[in-house]
């Protein structure tokens, strides 16, 4: 239906301000002729429907422009157009148009949060303190000064880290012969990843997606390239004849087409590609998707170092986080040397590193009691004999599965000692047993086993098949001392032992990949290291809380020291949905290049300062500790204790927005040396014993904060596998101390992000931590949700190490760059215009000879 009508008699004439209508009412202006008067206003409802009104005495010529022009401010209005930091723009550069004046509303009724987000204090009026309104919609200046209506900012999206604009995409459409109409909308697929979808209206003969992506591609760049191409009788339309864009019908395919990702086009990237598929769980990867982007993070750059190897190519996790995408990796990556890493059997005496100097520093009274485990569901026809070698196999295999310890008289000793006949593996059959009593069954004997390591004379590691009936998945249990393994090890042992035990099955040998640097080599490279002037700089950063006034956190129970012991410890369990895993994990790190513990850590200190109402936080923070200090080393597939811990304050003092804060704490955390190795070697094997009694007299952190990366990212290759949900029994002495009032850890698991609170019920009660994680949750859904706003984003100063500039003078000159580019590419735009025009002049000059 018209979106205007119109007669002869007509002398005032409202219309709005989109394409069509524009070409609408220069249908009706040639037809009524231009001595008809007539008046186009704009407004919305919040500036009392007129703010802005265009003539016919303005004598514009309507063909020199894209848009039906709004005018200029009427009486007792003002009018603005700025950028996203609320500055005006040039002429010709595109804003949001933002409204001020007497005809302004108050607000939104019983909508206070939206009223402050619309109706933001006037920056251009620093004595009345009025108001002005956001209208979300774009415009720019005419270089008469008229204002030109563009669209609606709602239809600029953000996918990958780039600002689109949906209606350039349908203007190149709609310049395909074949194209009547067109609407593009930007949606999440099946796994939360942002696509555009074109739906577009044809006559008779339809292009294939195919020629309509070539076609687009030669004007716009890849990624404004739509996914998904729809193709409709028609658009649904709302009963005043707009767009009704909730009517379109979701496309059949939940993906983007396979032409949207670029294809490998060397070995190495067809290796690449199968490696990053293959880890991150993706059906296909493009050349030009980003690590980060898919879900990557620093565990998951350890196993794609380990990948590689195996497969004949070598990178570093450096490179990785230097060249994101495989097409950038593959100009880094090269033939594998081999690895000068003993693949016998290392034994002997091993240096104990600075984790394992705290765990014996704790004193416990049960030291031996102090694991890791993990409980598999498997399949009932598993074969005991099988994997009894398998589990043999791997303490040959990885040396610090046979590492003892002998307590001296001020300090321990740890040893690699030679495989003994010590049986680490049994079978436990509760087949007997009723069904429901089979998962408390489990419990008690996984904790009877959970406190029968040996530190002395070992084993430190225990395997446990439970047969639980007839054709009835089992359960496989698989406890390690804490001392010998950590989270990437146990992606590394889970792996070898499915691989062993399929091999033993098929009736080969068991051949497990190569060997990196064994932990004893690496026990003594980190004593040398810990001698070198290098690491003594770091020094003064290490001291830091001990000059800041760090407050104790609040408890429920305020006696004087409250027994905090494992025994009385509780854990609160919150989790994020699926969508928002994904977004996080896939969308939100291109908004302010971030990783994933810059938003963790930035909710979480918005969370303690609501509750403490202090927003500085000492915390300590957890690494996997596997740093690139020394050159051919390669830790990817090494098992160990290699876990670093460090103490950071973080600090939102200053942030006024999520914008702010999320960079604020992004800048902290890349302030850290090396990943905060060096705390740990200057705490512990220190050769100064004065730096090492400075760094223990400091404050001590009262939270630990430890992201453990996707859990269910490991994929292994044995049919019937999954993490079974019965307890793997107490993997803690109940009578060891806590070292720490809150113990937060999150891990993905079944495509959830799920944090787990731990704390002690003499110091807090539940409803408290609750409370807490449930906050923290809140927060960090807020700041998914800001990080998926079209106007959003930004870099901070540790993305160009190379300029010196502070975050301020950055700003001012990307803002600069901005304006640069948007005036650029107006003037394209409008040259494309004029030179188009010019042409179809001189084609209509030639047929009228012709």
Same mark, same amino acid.
Not at 161 to 179: A, C, D, P, W
Not at 234 to 248: D, E, T, V, Y
Not at 681 to 695: A, E, G, K, V
């Given at each position: 239906m018209p979106l205007v009508s119109w007669s002869e008699n007509v002398r005032l004439l409202?219309?709005?301000?989109?394409?069509?209508?524009?070409?609408?009412?220069?249908?009706?202006?040639?037809?009524?002729?231009?001595?008809?008067?007539?008046?186009?206003?704009?407004?919305?409802?919040?500036?009392?429907?007129?703010?802005?009104?265009?003539?016919?005495?303005?004598?514009?010529?309507l063909a020199n422009t894209n848009f039906l022009p709004i005018g200029r401010p009427i009486a007792n209005t003002q009018v603005y157009i700025l950028d996203r930091y609320l500055q005006p723009v040039p002429i010709g550069v595109k804003g949001e148009l933002h409204i001020g004046g007497a005809g302004l509303a108050r607000g939104y009724l019983n909508q206070p949060e939206l009223t402050a987000q619309k109706f933001i204090t006037n920056p251009?009026?620093?004595?009345?303190?009025?108001?002005?309104?956001k209208t979300g919609d774009l415009a720019r200046y005419l270089p008469n000064g008229t204002i030109e209506f563009i669209g609606r900012i709602d239809h600029q999206v953000k996918i990958r880290g780039f600002r689109i604009e949906l209606g350039e995409i349908e203007t190149v459409l709609m310049q395909h012969s074949l194209v009547q109409e067109s609407v593009v909308l930007a949606s999440p697929d099946s796994n939360g990843n942002q696509r555009l979808i074109a739906y577009i209206v044809c006559g008779q003969e339809q292009p294939q997606s195919s020629e309509l992506r070539r076609f687009?591609?030669?004007?716009?760049?890849?990624?404004m390239i739509p996914a998904v191409f729809v193709t409709l009788e028609s658009l649904p339309l709302l009963p005043n004849g707009k767009l009704n864009r909730h009517a379109l019908p979701a496309p059949e395919t939940a993906s983007p087409e396979p032409e949207q990702q670029v294809a490998p086009r060397s070995d190495i990237e067809q290796t690449l590609t199968q490696i990053w598929a293959e880890i991150l769980g993706r059906k296909q990867v493009g050349i030009h998707d980003n690590f980060f982007e898919l879900g990557g993070d620093s565990i998951i750059a350890l196993q794609m170092v380990a990948k590689a190897n195996q497969l004949g190519w070598q990178f570093t996790p450096k490179q990785l986080f230097q060249h994101q995408t495989i097409a950038e990796l593959a100009t880094v990556v090269g033939n594998a040397p081999t690895i000068q890493a003993e693949q016998g059997l290392v034994t002997g005496d091993v240096p104990l590193t600075p984790i394992q100097h705290w765990f014996f520093a704790e004193n416990l009274p049960e030291p031996h009691h102090y694991n890791q485990s993990v409980l598999l569901e498997v399949p009932a026809n598993l074969e =005991?004999?099988? #994997?009894?070698?398998?589990?043999? *196999? $791997?303490?040959?295999?990885?040396?610090?599965? &046979?590492?003892?310890?002998?307590?001296?008289?001020?300090?321990?000793?740890?040893?690699?000692?030679?495989p003994d006949e010590i049986i680490s593996f049994t079978v436990v059959d509760l087949s007997e047993l009723p069904s429901s009593q089979q998962p408390s069954a489990i419990e008690s004997q996984a904790s009877q086993i959970q406190a029968s390591l040996n530190l002395t004379q070992g084993?430190?590691?225990?395997?446990?098949?439970?047969?639980?009936?007839?054709?009835? =998945?089992?359960? #496989?249990?698989?406890?390690?001392? *804490? $001392?010998?393994?950590?989270?990437?090890?146990? &992606?590394?042992?889970?792996?070898?032992l499915f691989t062993g035990y399929q091999q033993l099955l098929q009736g080969k040998f068991i051949q497990l990949p190569r060997k990196t640097t064994s932990f004893q080599e690496w026990a003594s490279l980190l004593h040398t290291y810990a001698q070198s002037t290098a690491l003594s700089q770091e020094l003064n950063y290490w001291l830091k809380p001990a000059q800041s006034e760090i407050n104790s956190l609040p408890t429920d129970y305020p006696a004087s020291k409250p027994v905090n012991t494992v025994a009385t410890t509780k854990q609160v369990l919150v989790t994020l949905d699926e969508a928002q895993t994904q977004t996080l994990l896939q969308e939100v790190p291109a908004v302010y290049n971030t990783q994933i513990n810059d938003v963790l850590l930035t909710a979480l200190v918005e969370t303690f300062a609501q509750w403490t109402g202090n927003h500085q936080l000492l915390i300590d923070l957890e690494g996997h500790g596997r740093e690139e200090l020394f050159e051919n080393v390669d830790l990817s597939r090494t098992v160990g204790w290699f876990t670093t811990v460090f103490p950071v304050i973080l600090q939102l003092t200053n942030a006024e927005n999520p914008s702010e804060a999320?960079?604020?704490?992004?800048?902290?955390?890349?302030?850290?040396?090396?990943?905060?190795?060096?705390?740990?070697?200057?705490?512990?094997?220190s050769p100064d014993i004065n730096i090492q009694s400075r760094l223990a007299a400091m404050p001590q952190a009262e939270v630990s904060f430890n992201y453990l990366g996707k859990f269910d990212a490991v994929e292994l290759d044995y049919p019937g596998l999954a993490l079974a949900k019965e307890s793997?029994?107490?993997?803690?002495?109940?009578?060891?101390?806590?070292?720490?009032?809150?113990?937060?850890?999150?891990?993905?698991?079944?495509?959830?992000?799920?944090?787990?609170?731990?704390?002690?019920?003499?110091?807090?009660?539940k409803t408290t931590i609750e409370n807490l994680a449930e906050?923290?949750?809140?927060?960090?859904?807020?700041?998914?949700?800001h990080c998926l706003k079209s106007d959003v984003g930004g870099y901070t100063t540790s993305d160009f190490p190379e300029v010196n500039l502070n975050q301020a003078e950055l700003d001012d000159l990307l803002n600069d760059l901005t304006v640069l580019e948007d005036t650029s590419l107006n003037f394209l735009e409008d040259f494309e215009y004029s030179l188009e025009k010019e042409l179809n002049s001189i084609l209509a000059e030639e047929l009228k000879d012709w």
């Amino acid at each position: 239906m018209p979106l205007v009508s119109w007669s002869e008699n007509v002398r005032l004439l409202i219309v709005g301000s989109d394409k069509v209508q524009r070409e609408q009412f220069v249908a009706w202006q040639n037809y009524v002729g231009k001595n008809v008067a007539w008046r186009n206003a704009y407004g919305p409802t919040e500036a009392t429907i007129t703010a802005t009104v265009y003539g016919s005495e303005d004598n514009l010529e309507l063909a020199n422009t894209n848009f039906l022009p709004i005018g200029r401010p009427i009486a007792n209005t003002q009018v603005y157009i700025l950028d996203r930091y609320l500055q005006p723009v040039p002429i010709g550069v595109k804003g949001e148009l933002h409204i001020g004046g007497a005809g302004l509303a108050r607000g939104y009724l019983n909508q206070p949060e939206l009223t402050a987000q619309k109706f933001i204090t006037n920056p251009f009026d620093n004595v009345q303190n009025t108001k002005i309104y956001k209208t979300g919609d774009l415009a720019r200046y005419l270089p008469n000064g008229t204002i030109e209506f563009i669209g609606r900012i709602d239809h600029q999206v953000k996918i990958r880290g780039f600002r689109i604009e949906l209606g350039e995409i349908e203007t190149v459409l709609m310049q395909h012969s074949l194209v009547q109409e067109s609407v593009v909308l930007a949606s999440p697929d099946s796994n939360g990843n942002q696509r555009l979808i074109a739906y577009i209206v044809c006559g008779q003969e339809q292009p294939q997606s195919s020629e309509l992506r070539r076609f687009l591609k030669e004007k716009l760049p890849e990624y404004m390239i739509p996914a998904v191409f729809v193709t409709l009788e028609s658009l649904p339309l709302l009963p005043n004849g707009k767009l009704n864009r909730h009517a379109l019908p979701a496309p059949e395919t939940a993906s983007p087409e396979p032409e949207q990702q670029v294809a490998p086009r060397s070995d190495i990237e067809q290796t690449l590609t199968q490696i990053w598929a293959e880890i991150l769980g993706r059906k296909q990867v493009g050349i030009h998707d980003n690590f980060f982007e898919l879900g990557g993070d620093s565990i998951i750059a350890l196993q794609m170092v380990a990948k590689a190897n195996q497969l004949g190519w070598q990178f570093t996790p450096k490179q990785l986080f230097q060249h994101q995408t495989i097409a950038e990796l593959a100009t880094v990556v090269g033939n594998a040397p081999t690895i000068q890493a003993e693949q016998g059997l290392v034994t002997g005496d091993v240096p104990l590193t600075p984790i394992q100097h705290w765990f014996f520093a704790e004193n416990l009274p049960e030291p031996h009691h102090y694991n890791q485990s993990v409980l598999l569901e498997v399949p009932a026809n598993l074969e =005991p004999k099988l #994997l009894e070698q398998a589990v043999k *196999h $791997l303490l040959i295999h990885h040396d610090a599965l &046979r590492l003892r310890y002998q307590q001296l008289t001020s300090t321990w000793q740890q040893i690699n000692a030679a495989p003994d006949e010590i049986i680490s593996f049994t079978v436990v059959d509760l087949s007997e047993l009723p069904s429901s009593q089979q998962p408390s069954a489990i419990e008690s004997q996984a904790s009877q086993i959970q406190a029968s390591l040996n530190l002395t004379q070992g084993p430190i590691v225990q395997v446990v098949l439970f047969h639980l009936g007839h054709n009835q =998945p089992g359960r #496989l249990l698989f406890i390690i001392h *804490h $001392l010998a393994v950590d989270g990437v090890s146990w &992606r590394i042992l889970l792996e070898d032992l499915f691989t062993g035990y399929q091999q033993l099955l098929q009736g080969k040998f068991i051949q497990l990949p190569r060997k990196t640097t064994s932990f004893q080599e690496w026990a003594s490279l980190l004593h040398t290291y810990a001698q070198s002037t290098a690491l003594s700089q770091e020094l003064n950063y290490w001291l830091k809380p001990a000059q800041s006034e760090i407050n104790s956190l609040p408890t429920d129970y305020p006696a004087s020291k409250p027994v905090n012991t494992v025994a009385t410890t509780k854990q609160v369990l919150v989790t994020l949905d699926e969508a928002q895993t994904q977004t996080l994990l896939q969308e939100v790190p291109a908004v302010y290049n971030t990783q994933i513990n810059d938003v963790l850590l930035t909710a979480l200190v918005e969370t303690f300062a609501q509750w403490t109402g202090n927003h500085q936080l000492l915390i300590d923070l957890e690494g996997h500790g596997r740093e690139e200090l020394f050159e051919n080393v390669d830790l990817s597939r090494t098992v160990g204790w290699f876990t670093t811990v460090f103490p950071v304050i973080l600090q939102l003092t200053n942030a006024e927005n999520p914008s702010e804060a999320l960079k604020s704490i992004k800048e902290q955390l890349r302030s850290i040396p090396q990943h905060g190795i060096g705390y740990g070697l200057l705490r512990y094997l220190s050769p100064d014993i004065n730096i090492q009694s400075r760094l223990a007299a400091m404050p001590q952190a009262e939270v630990s904060f430890n992201y453990l990366g996707k859990f269910d990212a490991v994929e292994l290759d044995y049919p019937g596998l999954a993490l079974a949900k019965e307890s793997s029994g107490v993997t803690e002495s109940p009578l060891g101390s806590r070292s720490h009032l809150l113990e937060i850890d999150g891990f993905v698991v079944n495509n959830r992000l799920q944090f787990t609170w731990k704390y002690s019920t003499n110091i807090y009660q539940k409803t408290t931590i609750e409370n807490l994680a449930e906050t923290f949750i809140a927060e960090l859904a807020s700041l998914i949700t800001h990080c998926l706003k079209s106007d959003v984003g930004g870099y901070t100063t540790s993305d160009f190490p190379e300029v010196n500039l502070n975050q301020a003078e950055l700003d001012d000159l990307l803002n600069d760059l901005t304006v640069l580019e948007d005036t650029s590419l107006n003037f394209l735009e409008d040259f494309e215009y004029s030179l188009e025009k010019e042409l179809n002049s001189i084609l209509a000059e030639e047929l009228k000879d012709w």
